[in-house]
């Protein structure tokens, strides 16, 4: 089992900065562990991972450039640094754990969930 817990979320103009921070406990080793972000009345979409074996990062493409996802392993924490924010970001922010970091049914382990508002 592995708990994951997000913080971080909130209310930010256009052009402003987020870090968002997940705390995961339990086995997560093997896993894919990153951020996947939803909108009422949209899919949820794979915005940024990676595997905790090798290292390998995924960005959308949405994001890149924008987006940076790391990781302190003495803290257990992951961390999504947000800048350059626009509009079409708002969403709420889930942290996931699984096989992998680009789709929703593939994982196994989901947060409760960070609210990311932007405002033009």
């Known amino acids: 089992y592995v708990r994951l817990v997000e913080s971080g979320g909130g209310s930010v103009q256009a052009g402003g900065s987020l870090r968002l921070s997940c705390v995961l406990s339990?086995?997560?080793?093997?896993?894919?562990i990153g951020w996947f972000r939803q909108d009422p009345g949209k899919e949820r979409e794979a915005v940024a991972g990676?595997?905790?074996?090798?290292?390998?990062?995924y960005y959308a493409d949405s994001v890149k450039g924008r987006f940076t996802i790391s990781r302190d392993n003495a803290k257990g924490t992951m961390y999504l640094q947000m800048n350059n924010l626009k509009p079409e970001d708002t969403a709420m922010y889930y942290c996931?754990?699984?096989?992998?970091?680009?789709?929703?049914?593939?994982?196994?382990?989901w947060g409760q969930g960070t609210q990311v508002t932007v405002s033009s």
């Open positions: 990676v595997y905790t074996v090798g290292g390998s990062m």
């Open positions: 996931s754990a699984g096989p992998s970091c680009q789709t929703p049914v593939l994982v196994s382990y």
């Open positions: 339990g086995s997560y080793g093997g896993y894919c």
